[in-house]
């Protein structure tokens, strides 16, 4: 098989995946706004405090990704399946904690939006049902990252479809039985929770890996650790400063907190292939450099970049042209849709850069180099996105625009940055890069 074939089959699936998994929210979005213009808003909150927590849970996948798939390309049966069982623990203590001080302080820490008391209103009931039980959603993406590792992702896949399936039934249910925008929230939990328990039972049964008891280890904590913390500091940075201009965005008005929240929502579209492909790439680089193979692992890489640029390339040519078809889907408001368009046309012309971002980043931390890419984030976000953002909208008064405008910015210069530090590492041979976990 060659490498093209084997990238693109391995990424196709998650690119499904992700597509199916962006309907979960999208689904939300779209019955919230037949409820209001705030329910949207109030969504917008819940997901925007439920992506910080989701940082600490992107550090345990991520460390299980590149440790599983190091020792899975090396041939360590037993090692892989030793990560295995200790990131699962690692996801289900994780994920009760979080859902523990999501319950505890709900209101204090919705209020850090800055929302108003109509948008806090319809958020809380769906941040409840959604983050309380946030070891549901801790679990589904760990054993997602689990099968990822042996290179299963199909699973995943259809696991996601079916969640997503019953997701959009339960929706249609629970609004005729007039739950509201709990009965959105409701739909979420209940969807994820099967498809944690479907994932798990067929990891259980998986060809490659045999759960089975082990000893807790504490140098297998560290290991998975010592990868998957810069990488949860890459997240938990990234939402930090989005909730910063969050806040930002919001003093600019409701219309364009919702505008940018129904933009951001369609975006998410856009980077389904990069992220697909980042995963992808990511469980390639370890396998490979478990081979002893990182020429292999570069050329995998770029492979996955130029496949996905093509893709997203397509993604922003029916943002330009279709944006006002889009942003009618969701909402009504003549001033929301305006200023939806005008976002969707800036980041149609950024895909590529949005995608040497994602991609980059799965390479480099496939490769156990989880630091840099939280260095370069730590730039973007609060020096470029946070920081130019505020002179661009708010001093200078271009409002959403400007918000955006910052974005592409970030996402340009954090790309170049990445494909400099990976393009450093496997060209000299005396990088240390691939092998120092």
Same mark, same amino acid.
């Given at each position: 098989m060659s490498r093209k074939n084997e990238i693109l089959l391995l990424a196709l699936p998650v690119i499904m995946e992700n597509i199916l998994q962006t309907l979960l929210g999208t689904t939300d979005t779209y019955f919230a706004g037949q409820l209001a213009d705030e329910a949207i808003a109030g969504i917008g909150v819940t997901s925007l405090i439920m992506n910080i927590f989701i940082s600490f849970f992107t550090a345990v996948s991520v460390g299980t990704t590149a440790v599983t798939a190091r020792a899975f390309g090396e041939g360590d049966r037993e090692k892989a399946n030793r990560t295995l069982i200790h990131s699962v623990l690692?996801?289900?203590? !994780?994920?009760?904690?979080?859902?523990?001080?999501?319950?505890?302080?709900?209101?204090?820490?919705?209020?850090?939006?800055?929302?108003?008391?109509?948008?806090?209103?319809?958020?809380?009931?769906?941040y409840l049902v959604v983050t309380v039980p946030s070891a549901v959603l801790c679990l589904q993406l760990v054993l997602s990252a689990c099968l990822r590792?042996?290179?299963?992702?199909?699973?995943? %896949? #259809?696991?996601?479809?079916?969640?997503n399936i019953l997701n959009i039934g339960l929706n249609l249910l629970f609004i005729r039985m007039g739950l509201g925008i709990f009965g959105?929230?409701?739909?979420?939990?209940?969807?994820?929770?099967?498809?944690?328990?479907?994932?798990?039972?067929?990891?259980?049964?998986?060809?490659?890996?045999? !759960?089975?008891?082990? /000893?807790?280890?504490?140098?297998?904590?560290?290991?998975?650790?010592?990868?998957?913390?810069?990488?949860?500091m890459e997240k938990l940075i990234m939402r930090t400063g989005q909730l910063v201009y969050n806040a930002?965005?919001? /003093?600019?008005?409701?219309?364009?907190?919702?505008?940018?929240?129904?933009?951001?929502?369609?975006?998410?579209?856009? #980077?389904?292939?990069? %992220?697909?492909?980042?995963?992808?790439?990511?469980?390639?680089?370890?396998?490979a450099l478990g081979e002893k193979n990182p020429e292999k692992a570069r050329r995998q890489a770029f492979d996955a970049y130029r496949m996905s640029t093509? %893709?997203?390339?397509a993604i922003g040519v029916v943002f330009f042209f279709f944006s006002p078809q889009l942003a009618a889907l969701f909402t009504d408001t003549q001033e929301v849709q305006t200023q939806v368009v005008t976002v969707l046309r800036i980041i149609a012309f950024f895909q590529p850069a949005a995608a040497l971002v994602k991609v980059m980043t799965g390479a480099l931390q496939g490769a156990g180099d989880?630091?840099?890419?939280?260095?370069?984030?730590?730039?973007?976000?609060?020096?470029?996105?946070?920081?130019?953002?505020?002179?661009?909208?708010?001093?200078?008064?271009?409002?959403?625009?400007?918000?955006?405008?910052?974005?592409?910015?970030?996402?340009?210069?954090?790309?170049? !940055?990445?494909?400099?530090?990976?393009?450093?590492?496997? /060209?000299?041979?005396? /990088?240390?890069?691939?092998?120092?976990?």
């Open positions: 690692l996801a289900l203590v !994780l994920g009760l904690a979080v859902g523990l001080v999501c319950g505890l302080f709900a209101k204090p820490i919705l209020r850090i939006s800055g929302a108003e008391e109509v948008v806090l209103s319809y958020a809380l009931p769906y590792a042996v290179k299963d992702t199909r699973t995943p %896949m #259809y696991v996601t479809g079916g969640a959105l929230g409701l739909a979420t939990t209940l969807s994820r929770a099967t498809g944690a328990t479907v994932l798990f039972f067929r990891l259980k049964r998986t060809d490659c890996i045999q !759960l089975h008891r082990c /000893s807790l280890q504490r140098d297998t904590f560290h290991e998975i650790a010592a990868v998957g913390i810069p990488a949860g930002m965005i919001l /003093s600019l008005g409701t219309a364009a907190y919702v505008a940018h929240n129904v933009a951001g929502t369609i975006e998410s579209y856009s #980077y389904i292939p990069a %992220m697909g492909f980042g995963l992808a790439v990511s469980t390639a680089v370890g396998v093509a %893709m997203m390339l989880t630091k840099f890419p939280m260095y370069a984030t730590l730039l973007g976000i609060w020096g470029i996105r946070t920081g130019i953002g505020y002179l661009l909208a708010v001093v200078l008064g271009f409002g959403l625009q400007g918000v955006w405008s910052a974005y592409a910015l970030d996402i340009t210069v954090r790309g170049l !940055l990445l494909l400099h530090r990976f393009q450093k590492g496997p /060209s000299q041979k005396r /990088s240390t890069m691939y092998n120092k976990y």
